[in-house]
């Protein structure tokens, strides 16, 4: 007795799951990016394309290469530790092209943005209203922004 | 070597399968950063904190971020002494202006820097249907914007809202710890910027960062806990009725 007589219709159909198989990988090859599952279920190569995007704010480190008389001026100061571009802003191009001027900067609003009286703020932060602790005279004229104790040691 | 048909048709599978490994390119742009090497993470020092919203302005010049949208935002809390568990919070344009001055010190007000959590193990990054969105080697959780559908599931997933959907590109967006600038030594954008030093890029990798230490000798939490979603966002002294 052949059991196996007529199993061609079987092998047909095996033949047609075997290619289907196939088809499905080479399109697979095809549509998923090569570096998918390099480090787990994405694609590995975005990592590098998320680190290549611009910089805009060069760092502290870079401004100092430069402008090391700055750095001098700050050390002894309140500000030591608040860095260039918090004030500045950004200037990755500048420190990349320095024909490239940053621009000039408006004390009335950068210091207030930090040192207005509110209550909210830590008790220890140094606080002015400012028309009752200077009437609209510019913050400069007294304090230098890098340095600004009063010069002759006055107030803090 | 002889192949027949059926040999080559039977091996055919089995290369297809071993051929993108071969083909796997190297993503690392920058040459001296290995990513093994780091775990990142963020320390934000509440106390510090001033509410100069000088972080969120500095993210958004860095990172190209959309008016109205936030990577990095600023909550300033307002606990009364009659209703602990019902602060009144406020962030105004996500504190980008700073905010606005309060005359009488009636209960206790604290400013709360928020940004991603940079999660271990990130309920965003699980719900991503495409594989768009990732724990990197490096612990920083960041998204494949041309490979994302713009379905927003992991935004709704993230339990501290720290996703959005960009308006022109209709993709996921958000905090990427800078990954642009940390793999090239520098701080992140809202650290360099912060006046005070109220954030800190730590690297838990690195035995010589401060962040050991710091971490032995405050009292340190995470912003919800009980999710276990092994957030890296570091909070010191942050008050309990912080959400």
Known sequence: ?156 | MNIDRRHFLIMLPAAAVAWKYVLAGTPEDSPNYKMSDHWWSMLIDIPKCIGCGNCVRACAAENDVPDGHFRTWVERYHVTDYDMVNPEVISPDGGKEGFPAVAEDAGKYFFVPKMCNHCADSPCTQVCPVGATFVAPDGVVLVDQTYCLGCAYCVQACPYGCRYIHPEKRVADKCTLCYHRITKGLTTACAENCPTGARQLCDLKDPNDPIHAFLKTHHVQVLKPQMATGAKVFYNELDGSVR
């Open chain 1, 1 to 156: 007795m052949n059991r196996f007589k007529d199993t061609g219709h079987l092998l047909r159909f095996v033949a047609l799951f075997v290619m289907a198989f196939v088809a499905f990988l080479i399109i697979r090859h095809f549509v998923v990016p090569k570096s998918f599952g390099e480090y787990g279920h994405y694609r590995g190569a975005a990592i590098g394309e998320i680190a290549a995007r611009p910089v805009r704010f060069a760092g502290h480190q870079t401004c100092e290469t430069c402008h090391a008389d700055i750095l001098a001026t700050k050390a002894p100061g309140k500000h030591a530790n608040v860095n260039c571009e918090a004030c500045h802003g950004p200037l990755a191009r500048h420190a990349d092209d320095p024909s490239i001027t940053p621009p000039k900067l408006d004390t009335a609003v950068l210091c207030i943005r930090c040192h207005a009286a509110s209550a909210a703020k830590p008790k220890n932060f140094p606080q002015v209203d400012a028309d009752q602790h200077a009437g609209g005279v510019p913050c400069e004229t007294c304090h230098k922004p890098h340095d600004p104790a009063l010069a002759d040691g006055g107030a803090k």
